[in-house]
Structures are given as structure tokens and as C-alpha cells.
């Protein structure tokens, strides 16, 4: 016996496919490695010489081009720094001279040969600022219209106070935070500071990311500017850290290999400025020519492959194609037995994972759903009657568990409920669905006996109260599977008829007649004048007196919740002519539909309700204390005026000051630009005049200031998501 089993054990692993499959690739590996290993020796040489001189050819040219670039920049900057208007400017700052200067910005920065974002003239007197835009202080230039984390406000006040004639800054990241929610990125600047005085200096603002694109053309982005001080200037990847520039003095020559890449490197004569360029070892493609020697070992090569792998393929041919047959064939009544032992696991998995896809076929015949023939479940039944059970579970308001525990709650739910209804109904079938609900499909045509199951399920239901309340909804018998799809959408209608309270519900029959709540005109009248005087007390009695009559009526779960969602609708637009702070208003309304789905009972829901008119009308409160002359005038005359065409540079006029300073004031008092200002109240303004079914629609558009209905159309649809023909609907639904 012992002499049988070194025989044995030898056996068993000449019949493993995987020793097969290394015995057959390693022929094909040794052929190609002889190829290999000539063709490397033969031209290892030539693709080193090819690729340096290629490189160094590329490098020296970007150089070029960065070199004359800059060069250029500084001459025409220069000039443009010691011409008349801007040195008037500095002298003697003047809103009578900034349109020439902004004239002269625009013209350097519509040029596109010259890659300049921005021009920017800095004043230490009255902290001003003057760029192509317009003139505005430091604060607004710097920490909001080109805010850096490189390069805060603080950096830029200190240029003041050091000494250097120009200078060139390392690039960053910079973005426009004029829309505090949605900050725009403007890319990767290059700053070049000009300066004559401790007074004024001049900034450009070089767009490095444009530079690069035209004056690097290579396969690889993997280019490294260093300054004199061998600080970084321009990174061209943020994939790899920069080459310390200590190491890359220290390197022999101009190029060399280091981590697997070649580095190239280069030095500007103008600006002392150095570039490196890298190239990764392993992606560089062979440049040689094969010689006749090769070709013919390649082709023998290619014909030993191609004569194992038909050997090899013969071999497994047959058993794969009988694994195949077995897979498409699902009922099958035994696995197919093969003298390899991984075909034998294969053909045991698929056997074993038979109730799986059986589970699935079901699932997809429940919802409709057409799959290939092959693997479709055969569903067909008549006279055999069946009944859905279907759970609904709805995390509790006051839970504070994680999504992982939820789905391990119902998991064991899953098993719970399979556990109770398999032993009774042996050919049930229970499985999850989604993530909130589990179905049972139980043959039978009693749903007495089904009744007493669910009232012991119940009991154990309502001991988990901590994390939610189970709603349990029971078909009607139905008889043949054409039925499965109505089934189960008698189901899901059921769970429509859920009630606000904590404890597990069994439904079994829908409502005769639906029930819909919801304001009456004087009630919504009421509601958007106490809020936008932010009465807390008289909006409380108001909900109270509403929820204390709906609570008698026994109303549905849906029915209250649609009510919360129109109700948080109506309290964001009767708000929405207040510039609250877009981070308080988001505390208020964040999630808003999903804290509504979690409510399970009356009182949950009305104290969520409760909270967000309490804390609405206290931000309109604290936003109509922190007064402001200017926002104020400006609030009053839109609101005054909102029919009319209203223009900056007419409100601009009666405050006595610039458009653009108006702009910017404005804007950092109420964290809204005047032309979004002015659009969200007439929209907010509108929605209530939508409500009326009596006005039209382009009545309504002209007593809010819009005289084309496309415009009013396009406008509307921005800010709520919905055309006004689409609002009234909803509303009127």
C-alpha cells in the first residue's frame, strides 16, 4: 500500500488542470523566452542611443520655447508697468483712471498666443486692487475671486515688505469663490511680480496648465520646472513627488536612469531656470530593427505555439464542453463526472448554486423582467393557490444605527420569518428584495392559519421597536402564476395603507375611498405671513391645531407624508426672498425627504414639522434684525419694483456708489449675487401666483418682471427644477 501511493499521489496531479495548464504554457513561455532574451541583447544598445537622443532633442525644444515665452512676458510686462497709466495709477489711485488700465489688462489677456489669465495691479493704499474685470478691494480679490492656499491674503500683503524688482512664484491651484457652494476651479497659475515701490506692484497671473499644452509635445506628462533656488516652479503631474533638487545636481550628465525612469535634464540660459523631464524604463517601446536571424526564430516560434496550443485545446475540449451543457441544463438530474477533479468542483458548484438562480429566475418573472430562455424558471401553474407576504421595515426616527446594522437586522428577519413559515408550508419561498423589504410566497388558500402565524411574528416584531416598526401586508388568494406580477403590486398598494404608529401592522384590505389633506387658501396665507414675520408661537398653534385634527382621522402613512413634503416646500419658498446663509438652510433641509420616510409615528412627524417652522421662522427673525442701509435699500426696492426691469447701475445710482463695489458689498452681506437675488424672488414670488389656477401662467411671468415667457420658462425651471406647467400640475394634483 505504501508503495502504491507515491503512484497515487503523482496521478492525482498529472490529472489537475491547473498542472496541465502550466505544463502547456510552459513550452510556449520557453519559445518566446529564447526570442526574447536574442531580441533584447541585439537591441538594447541602439533603443538606449534612440531614446536619449529623442528626449534630449523634445526637452531642448520645450526649453525653448519656455525660455523666449518668459523672456517675452517680462520685456512686455515691464513696459507695460512703467507706461503712463500705470504709473499715474500708482501716484494717485483714481476711479477715473482704472478704465484705462482695465483696457490695457484685457488686451494682454484676449490674447491667447500669450497664455495670461490675469492682470493685477495692487495698491497699499486703501488695500485696492485693479484687474481685467474690475477694481475691488484685496480681501475680495484674493479670498474669493483668486483664492490659494498657496498664496493667501496675508502672502500677497507682505510683498509690501520684501525687497526684489521681479520675481517668479511656484504655480498653484487657485479657484473663484463667488458662489460659496459651488466654488470654480481656475487651474494652475503661475504668478510674476513686478515692483518698484513698497507701495504698488503688479501681478500676472500665467496660465501653467495652457503653457505646458503648447510648448511641451511628448507621450508621457512627467515635466519638472526648478527655479534658481531649486524650488519646484511647475509640476506637470501630481501623480510622483518632485526629484529633490540637491540629488539632481549631484547626478552625472544631463541624463540618467533613477526609480525605474530615465531623467533628462536641461538648464535655461535666460532664466537659470532648470528642466527635467522623465521618462518611465518599462513603457518605452523597442525602436530596432529585428534582423533575418530573428524573424525565422520568431516564425519557428510561432509555429511550435500554435501546434501546442492545438494539442492543448484537444485536450479540454470535451470535458469543457460537457461543463457547458451541464450549466445551460438546470435540471439536469446528476453532475458530470470528469477524470479532472477542478471540471468535478465546477460541475458540483453549478449544482449547488442551482436554488440561487432558481430564486432569481422568480424574481425577475415576479417584476417582469424577459432573461435569456435557458435560464428562465419554469413558473407555469394553475389551480394551486398562493398568497404574497410581504415586510416592510421602516427604521425607527430615533435610531441611531449604522446601514450595516439595519441590514443585519433584516438578515435575521429573513431567517426568522423563513423559520416559522417553511416548517407549515414546506414549498414556500422567502428572500429579500430590497435592502427595506422581505417577500414570502406561501402556497395556500387559509389565510386563517397564516393570521395566527403573523400575530406570533408580531409579538416578536414589537420587542425591536428600538430599530424600527414591520408592516405586514397579506394578498388576496390567487390561483394560476400568470397572477405573480398582480400579486405582488396588491402588495406593495397595500403598504400604502401603513398608519403613523409604533408597533408592527398587519394589512390585509386597502381603503374604499382615498383620503388626501393638505392647506386651505387662508391657512397657507396664514403660514407664509407668519413666517416671513417670524412669528414662532402663532406658526406652532397653527401646525398643532392641524395635527390635532388629522390625528382623529386615522390617516395613512403616505398621505401624512406627502402632506410633510408639501409643507417643507411651501416653508423653503415663503424663506426664500431672505438671504439666509446657504449652510443654515441646508441644517434645516438637509435630507428633508428622508427624515420624513423615518418618521413611524404621528407625533415623530409632527415634532419634525414643528422644528423646521420653529428654526425657519428663527433665521428670517435673526436675518431681518442684522440690518444692513445698503441690502436693505436694495431688498426694499426689488421688492418694490419686482414688475419692473430692474438694472445695477440704477440702484448703483441712487446709493451713490460704483456698480462693481455694489456688486461685491452686496454680495458679502448676503452671500448672493443682486441678479440671483433678484431671479429667486420673483421665482418665489411666482410659485405662489402659480398656485392659483386662475392665472395664467404669462400673467403670471409679467407680474414678476419676465415679458418673454421663454425666458420666465428657462428661468423657472433653473431654480425648481420643474417648468411652470409642470408646478401647476403638481399643485393642482
Not at 530573428?294 to 469543457?320: D, H, K, M, Q, Y
Amino acid at each position: 500500500m505504501k508503495t502504491l501511493q507515491p503512484i497515487i499521489f503523482i496521478r492525482n496531479k498529472s490529472n489537475s488542470l491547473f498542472m496541465r495548464l502550466i505544463a502547456g504554457f510552459l513550452c510556449i513561455i520557453l519559445l518566446l523566452a529564447s526570442l526574447i532574451v536574442y531580441a533584447v541583447s541585439v537591441s538594447k544598445q541602439n533603443v538606449r542611443q534612440e531614446i536619449v537622443k529623442y528626449n534630449t532633442l523634445m526637452l531642448e525644444n520645450t526649453k525653448n520655447n519656455y525660455e523666449k515665452h518668459l523672456d517675452l512676458i517680462k520685456k512686455q510686462m515691464y513696459l507695460f508697468f512703467y507706461s503712463d497709466e500705470v504709473q499715474r495709477l500708482r501716484s494717485a489711485p483714481n476711479y477715473s483712471r482704472f478704465p484705462d488700465v482695465i483696457r490695457e489688462i484685457s488686451s494682454f489677456t484676449t490674447n491667447p498666443y500669450l497664455f495670461i489669465e490675469d492682470i493685477v495691479f495692487y495698491a497699499k493704499q486703501g488695500d485696492l486692487v485693479v484687474e481685467k474685470g474690475t477694481s475691488t478691494n484685496a480681501e475680495a480679490m484674493f479670498q474669493v475671486f483668486y483664492k490659494s492656499e498657496s498664496y493667501p491674503l496675508d502672502f500677497w500683503r507682505r510683498q509690501f515688505t520684501e525687497s526684489f524688482a521681479n520675481r517668479m512664484l511656484p504655480a498653484a491651484p487657485m479657484t473663484n469663490h463667488i458662489f460659496r457652494d459651488r466654488p470654480q476651479p481656475l487651474g494652475d497659475m503661475i504668478p510674476l511680480l513686478i515692483k518698484n515701490s513698497d507701495d504698488f506692484y503688479m501681478i500676472v497671473f500665467l496660465d501653467a496648465a495652457k503653457m505646458y499644452k503648447a510648448f511641451h509635445q511628448s507621450l508621457y506628462n512627467d515635466l519638472i520646472i526648478y527655479n534658481q533656488d531649486g524650488e519646484p516652479l511647475f509640476k506637470s503631474t501630481a501623480q510622483e513627488a518632485a526629484l529633490a533638487f540637491d540629488d539632481l545636481r549631484q547626478a552625472e550628465g544631463s541624463d540618467f536612469i533613477r526609480d525605474r525612469k530615465y531623467h533628462f535634464t536641461m538648464k535655461g540660459e535666460g532664466t537659470g531656470y532648470t528642466y527635467l523631464y522623465r521618462v518611465p524604463v518599462e513603457r518605452i517601446a523597442n525602436q530596432s530593427q529585428f534582423s533575418i536571424t530573428v524573424v525565422a526564430i520568431l516564425a519557428a516560434a510561432i509555429v511550435l505555439s500554435v501546434i501546442f496550443s492545438f494539442l492543448f485545446a484537444a485536450r479540454i475540449n470535451n470535458p469543457l464542453k460537457k461543463v457547458i451543457e451541464s450549466l445551460r441544463q438546470m435540471n439536469e438530474p446528476t453532475p458530470f463526472r470528469s477524470n479532472i477533479k477542478e471540471f468535478n468542483i465546477i460541475s458540483h458548484e453549478i449544482h449547488g448554486s442551482q436554488m440561487i438562480r432558481k430564486q432569481l429566475s422568480f424574481m425577475n418573472h415576479l417584476k417582469a423582467i424577459r432573461g435569456h430562455e435557458h435560464d428562465a424558471l419554469k413558473l407555469d401553474f394553475a389551480d394551486k393557490p398562493f398568497v404574497f407576504i410581504l415586510f416592510q421595515i421602516q427604521q425607527s426616527f430615533k435610531s441611531s444605527s449604522s446601514n450595516a446594522t439595519m441590514q443585519q437586522w433584516a438578515y435575521y428577519m429573513k431567517t426568522y420569518i423563513d423559520s416559522l413559515i417553511q416548517p407549515s408550508y414546506p414549498d414556500s419561498m422567502t428572500f429579500q428584495i430590497e435592502k427595506d423589504q422581505i417577500l414570502s410566497l406561501v402556497f395556500t388558500d387559509d389565510k386563517g392559519q397564516i393570521t395566527n402565524l403573523l400575530g406570533e411574528m408580531k409579538q416578536v416584531f414589537d420587542h425591536d421597536r428600538e430599530f424600527g416598526v414591520i408592516t405586514i401586508a397579506v394578498t388576496s388568494v390567487y390561483t394560476a402564476s400568470t397572477q405573480l406580477t398582480l400579486a405582488f403590486e396588491e402588495a406593495e398598494a397595500l403598504l400604502e395603507e401603513r398608519l403613523l404608529m409604533n408597533e408592527t401592522q398587519l394589512i390585509q384590505e386597502r381603503r374604499s375611498v382615498p383620503i388626501s389633506i393638505g392647506l386651505s387658501p387662508d391657512q397657507e396665507k396664514e403660514l407664509e405671513t407668519q413666517l416671513r414675520e417670524g412669528n414662532t408661537q402663532q406658526l406652532i398653534a397653527l401646525l398643532e391645531r392641524l395635527f390635532a385634527r388629522w390625528r382623529s382621522k386615522a390617516l395613512t402613512a403616505s398621505v401624512m407624508q406627502g402632506f410633510a413634503d408639501s409643507l417643507a416646500g411651501k416653508i423653503r419658498n415663503a424663506i426664500a426672498s431672505y438671504p439666509i446663509d446657504t449652510e443654515r438652510l441646508a441644517s434645516l433641509y438637509g435630507k428633508a425627504g428622508e427624515r420624513i420616510q423615518q418618521c413611524s409615528t404621528m407625533e415623530e412627524l409632527e415634532l419634525l414639522m414643528l422644528e423646521w417652522v420653529t428654526l425657519s421662522s428663527e433665521a428670517v427673525r435673526d436675518q431681518k434684525e442684522e440690518k444692513y442701509p445698503v441690502t436693505s435699500f436694495v431688498m426694499d426696492y426689488i421688492h418694490e419694483h419686482l414688475s419692473e426691469e430692474i438694472y445695477l447701475d440704477i440702484l448703483a445710482e441712487k446709493l451713490k456708489m460704483s456698480s462693481g463695489y455694489l456688486s461685491s458689498y452686496f454680495k458679502a452681506k448676503t452671500g448672493k449675487n443682486i441678479v440671483d437675488y433678484i431671479n429667486e424672488t420673483r421665482i418665489a414670488k411666482a410659485t405662489d401666483l402659480l398656485a392659483d389656477s386662475r392665472i395664467k401662467i404669462h400673467d403670471a411671468a409679467k407680474s414678476v418682471g419676465y415679458q418673454n415667457i421663454t425666458s420666465f420658462n428657462r428661468m423657472f425651471k433653473k431654480y425648481t427644477g420643474v417648468t411652470p406647467s409642470e408646478y401647476r400640475k403638481r399643485t393642482d394634483s
